[in-house]
C-alpha cells in the first residue's frame, strides 16, 4: 500500500517563501521517482518540479526556474518543495506523485507516468 501525504500549504503574501512536505510510507521510497504537481481552479493539472530516485537529476518547469528547489531525504521518505518569491500565480492545490516503475535515472514529467498521488495541500498567494 502507497501513501503519500502532503503538508505546509497555506495562505501566504505576494514574495513570502513556503516549504511544503510529502510523506511516503508503506512502500521501497528509493524505487520511485517523485514529483510535484499543482492545479489551479479551471486549469489542469501541471508539473512543477520532478526528482529521480537518487536525487541526482531533477526538472523544474518553466514558472518554477529560479524560485522552486525539490530535494529528497530517502532515509526519512519525504519529498520537500522550497518555494521563494511566491506569486498570486502559483496559488493551487500543490499534489505530490510517485512513479514507482522509474528506472534510477528518470524524472518524468507527464502525470501519467506517476501512479500514486497525495490528497493535495492548499496554497493561496495574496497580493
Known amino acids: 500500500q502507497v501513501n503519500l501525504v502532503e503538508s505546509g500549504g497555506r495562505l501566504v503574501q505576494a514574495g513570502d517563501s513556503l516549504t511544503l512536505s510529502c510523506e511516503a510510507s508503506g512502500w521501497a521510497f528509493t524505487r520511485a521517482a517523485m514529483a510535484w504537481f499543482r492545479q489551479a481552479p479551471g486549469k489542469e493539472r501541471e508539473i512543477v518540479a520532478a526528482i529521480n530516485r537518487n536525487g541526482a537529476r531533477t526538472y523544474y518547469s518553466d514558472s518554477a526556474k529560479g524560485r522552486f528547489t525539490i530535494s529528497r531525504d530517502n532515509d526519512k521518505k519525504t519529498v520537500l518543495l522550497q518555494m521563494n518569491n511566491l506569486k498570486s500565480e502559483d496559488t493551487a492545490i500543490y499534489y505530490c506523485?510517485?512513479?514507482?516503475?522509474?528506472?534510477?535515472?528518470?524524472?518524468?514529467?507527464?502525470?501519467?507516468?506517476?501512479?500514486?498521488w497525495g490528497q493535495g495541500t492548499q496554497v493561496t498567494v495574496s497580493s
Open positions: 506523485g510517485a512513479d514507482t516503475n522509474a528506472i534510477l535515472l528518470s524524472v518524468p514529467i507527464e502525470a501519467a507516468r506517476y501512479d500514486y
